[in-house]
């Protein structure tokens, strides 16, 4: 059965930048909204976010907002378009005080004011040294951003949709008119037909095997919109955090490091030293994530292991149970390990997409490396490319850019709708979508999706991941492929209507396969190392031929075309990177 | 790896069986596995048709609540060297059950809705942040851990007996903002919770708090909000 529903502005997820854009559209009475997302609101990954969220507030030390915008084009490698930083930069004190006003319950100062600390790449007077900036609730951080804005969503009374999921984009006339959700509950098909439609719809750190991304982060938004013609930008950037627990993946905050934690080798060494001489285990996290691996690969690894210590044992208990309490639990659930006493197993760990669908600093979907825009379509948060992160986003850095780009998403939104049409859909706005799913259905012999799946992970992990070089992408291209010819014949065990999550697994892993074919192309075009992206075989940055923005491009046929876009440099002039 | 055993309460609603029943699955885990990862591994490799909602798979985000050997847990929280190698799992008890150990949290959510669970204060702000001490801060800091699990809610008799019962989660997410100085509005709370179908419904039995996952104190949180009441109706 298929429904039909009609709104001036929809919302595809509910993370920090979804819910932020949906506040800014419910202030307008008059404008008819709805929020889709294929979980509740509350289970977003935003909720995940543990560190911080940065903004210049200077409550304890002096902080501008000019020395937050050149840490962050530094901590770019030169790569982030530095109007749309100066943006994010200038916007951050006043969204963070909007956010207070909401409700957000931030960690406090003895004086009573929003508390900060240090956190990797973020520093006074151009990089002299680490300044207090990360503006945190705990660690914390993203569950009472998660859990605020979906409170200010309740008292506007916004519409939800929850677990519907979103599976296909409807255009007309080169414009977006709505989509098609999945009601998982029922298994019908809803068509929604809107004047504008914000991609809110998170990361994909599920394309490998260790990662801190929830199993929700399928990037469904970025492959649904690269399907329909959109490009994807910068997919060869992806951020491998330093510090995830080992073999699990699961995120140990910066803010352990910020506290004061340090990172130590089989030899006990503080190895950052060598690697970072003023930032030391604050530089920023590709240059961490390296000398980690470097440290692994020169055989330094706690037992020749895998795995280096994050040692928080000289904080006290006091600074680790008040200031870290959720990393304490989850060392002592997942590892039996006491942070207060034990030194906690880390190895890197996937956990970030610079890359994504390419927005203006609007928000609005850019159609080309031209910077055409595409009416009615926009994107924001983790999905999105602005680009404010270029090759290496830093912490806290994710969060501010949810708040300021998702409400400027959601006010140039409310001002489109203000006087566009609703426009006519597409004959048979199902009729594709429909016809992958009963494919995907009818199939009943074959492999599981779990088994493409691990081998997608495992494969993407060893040779796209914190360091690369050309054969290794290689042969991760061509398996991704011959993994995509396999997920044709894939089996799907639950044939029912009533919430198949098989299903959805299996289209979602659809969703994995193609950002990781997106990002292994990328990643084998671009021969230089820069920010996450480490060629061995091209181990120098190059600015000569390389300062610009990677679009890729489904074509014709399934080919990727890739096509490049300058940067927009104003006030600083690319640097050697130093930390 | 070792052994286990995983009984699961399975309904199927599309299915011809009219009720829920036990169905074994004899996997092979390892001690530090997380129970999610076992109901992961059947789901992947054994049987696709079984189904759990789960996200974060680190306690964070609420979907995962079930019982587990007759507790209410979170599947990705509890590991398999705890809970032996015969493992039931079951959907939590007096939400009206979808397929398997999905349950409908509707109603859960509404219930949550009707504290009006947001800071209220239209007064003026001022430029910068509203200010508030550490000691204010810590007042509610235990209430805004709250991930909306239910899995307190689904452990309390007296929901059981009553589904009307408002139940532990709302009640804890009102204390978060009764007690925090910021807001203006405690009062409104305070009448919904006074209502019959409010906090007196609790019989400090303490089975929320053992069940929490976050480690809420919720029923001390519950008796906070009994005496604000009281406090205010007596002044
Ligand atoms: C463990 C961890 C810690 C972090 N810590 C920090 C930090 O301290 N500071 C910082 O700045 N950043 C941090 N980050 C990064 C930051 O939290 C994320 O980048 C950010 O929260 C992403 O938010 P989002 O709104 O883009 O997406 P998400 O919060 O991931 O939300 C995505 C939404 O889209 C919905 N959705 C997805 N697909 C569909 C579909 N097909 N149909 C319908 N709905 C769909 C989901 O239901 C969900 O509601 C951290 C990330 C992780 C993983
Ligand atoms: S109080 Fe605890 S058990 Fe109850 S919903 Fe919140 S987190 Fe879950
Ligand atoms: S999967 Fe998120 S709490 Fe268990």
């Not at chain 1, 490319?385 to 006010?411: E, I, Q």
């Amino acid at each position: 059965m298929t429904h039909t529903h009609t709104y001036d502005a929809l919302v595809i997820g509910a993370g920090g930048a979804g819910l932020m854009a949906a506040i800014y559209l419910s202030r307008n009475p008059s404008m008819k909204t709805a929020v889709i997302s294929k979980l509740y609101p509350t289970r977003s990954h935003t909720g995940a976010a543990q560190g911080g969220i940065g903004a210049a507030l200077g409550n304890l030390e002096e902080d501008s907002p000019e020395w937050h915008a050149f840490d962050t084009v530094k901590g770019s490698d030169y790569l982030g378009d530095q109007d749309a930083i100066d943006v994010m930069c200038n916007e951050a004190v006043d969204v963070i005080i909007e956010l207070e006003h909401m409700g957000l319950p931030f960690s406090r100062t003895p004086d009573g004011r929003i508390a900060q600390r240090p956190f990797g790449g973020h520093s006074h007077h151009f990089g002299q040294g680490p300044v207090r900036r990360s503006c945190y609730a705990a660690d914390r951080t993203g569950h009472m951003i998660l859990q605020t804005l979906y409170q200010n969503c309740i008292k506007n009374d916004v519409d939800f949709f929850n677990e519907f999921q979103v599976v296909d984009m409807l255009m007309e006339d080169r414009r977006c008119c709505g989509v098609v959700a999945y009601h998982v509950d029922s298994g019908d098909l809803h068509i929604f037909r809107s004047k504008a439609v914000l991609w809110a719809t998170g990361g994909f750190g599920r394309v490998w095997s260790i990662t801190s991304n929830a199993v929700a982060g399928t990037g469904d938004g970025a492959a649904i919109t690269f399907r329909r013609g959109i490009p994807l930008e910068d997919m060869e950037f992806y951020q491998f955090h330093p510090t995830g627990i080992y073999k699990l993946g699961i995120l140990i905050t910066e803010g352990v490091r910020g506290e004061g934690g340090v990172l130590r080798n089989d030899n006990g060494e503080r190895f950052m030293e060598r690697y970072a001489p003023t930032m030391k285990d604050l530089a920023s996290r590709d240059v961490v994530s390296r000398a980690i691996y470097q440290e692994m690969i020169e055989g330094r690894g706690i037992g020749g292991r895998r795995f280096v210590y994050l040692d928080a044992t000289h904080l006290g208990a006091e600074v680790v149970e008040k200031k870290l309490p959720d990393i304490t639990d989850f060392c002592r659930t997942y590892l039996g390990v006491d942070p207060v006493k034990q030194p906690i197993p880390i190895q890197p760990t996937a956990h970030y997409a610079m890359g994504g669908i390419p927005t203006d600093i609007n928000g609005q979907v850019v159609l080309d490396e031209n910077g055409t825009l595409l009416p009615g379509c926009y994107a924001a948060g983790e999905a999105a490319c602005v680009s404010v992160h270029g090759a290496n986003r830093l912490g806290t850095n994710s969060l501010l850019d949810l708040v300021v780009f998702g409400k400027r998403a959601g006010l140039a939104m409310a001002e489109y709708c203000a006087t566009a049409d609703i426009p006519e859909l597409p004959s048979d706005p199902t009729g594709p979508i429909a016809a992958e799913l009963e494919r995907l259905l009818a199939q009943t012999t074959g492999e599981p999706a779990a088994k493409i799946r691990e081998e997608m992970q495992n494969t993407m992990m060893d040779f796209v991941g914190v360091y690369r070089e050309q054969a290794g992408i290689q042969k991760a291209v061509d398996k991704v492929r011959e993994l995509q010819d396999r997920y044709r014949t894939l089996v799907i065990m639950d044939k029912g209507k009533r919430f198949n999550l098989d299903l959805l697994e299996a289209w979602e892993l659809g969703n994995l396969l193609e950002l990781a074919e997106v990002t292994a192309v990328s990643a084998l075009a671009r021969t230089e190392s820069r920010g996450a992206h480490s060629r061995e075989d091209f181990p120098d940055r190059d600015d000569a031929n390389w300062l610009k923005h990677t679009f890729a491009y489904r074509r014709e046929g399934g080919r990727i075309e890739l096509r490049y876009k300058p940067v927009t440099i104003t006030r600083f002039q690319p640097k050697e990177r130093v930390y | 790896m070792a052994k286990a055993t995983i009984r699961i309460l399975r309904y199927n609603p599309e299915g011809d069986a009219a009720a829920p029943a036990h169905q074994d699955f004899a996997i092979d885990v390892e001690p530090t596995d997380r129970v999610l990862d076992a109901l992961n591994h059947i789901k992947w490799y054994v049987d696709g048709t079984l189904t759990f909602r789960r996200s974060c798979a680190h306690g964070i985000c609420g979907s995962d609540a079930m019982r587990i050997n007759g507790v209410n847990r979170l599947a990705c929280k509890v590991l398999m060297r705890d809970v032996g190698s015969r493992v039931t799992v079951e959907p939590l008890m007096g939400f009206r059950v979808i397929k398997d150990l999905v349950v409908d949290m509707d109603a859960f959510f509404a219930q949550y809705r009707s504290v009006l669970p947001y800071l209220i204060n239209d007064s003026r702000p001022p430029e910068r942040e509203r200010l508030q001490s550490p000691e204010d801060r810590e007042r509610f800091d235990d209430t805004t851990k709250c991930i909306l699990c239910a899995a307190c809610t689904t452990s309390c008799p007296s929901y059981w007996a009553n589904e009307e019962f408002v139940g532990p989660a709302a009640i804890v997410n009102a204390h978060r903002f009764i007690f925090d100085s910021r807001d203006s509005a405690p009062g409104e709370r305070l009448e919904i919770l006074n209502n019959r179908e409010g906090v007196w419904r609790c019989r400090t039995i303490f089975n929320c708090s053992e069940a929490c996952p976050r480690e809420i104190k919720v029923t001390k949180a519950i008796g906070e909000v009994k005496r604000a009441i009281l406090y205010r109706q007596s002044t």
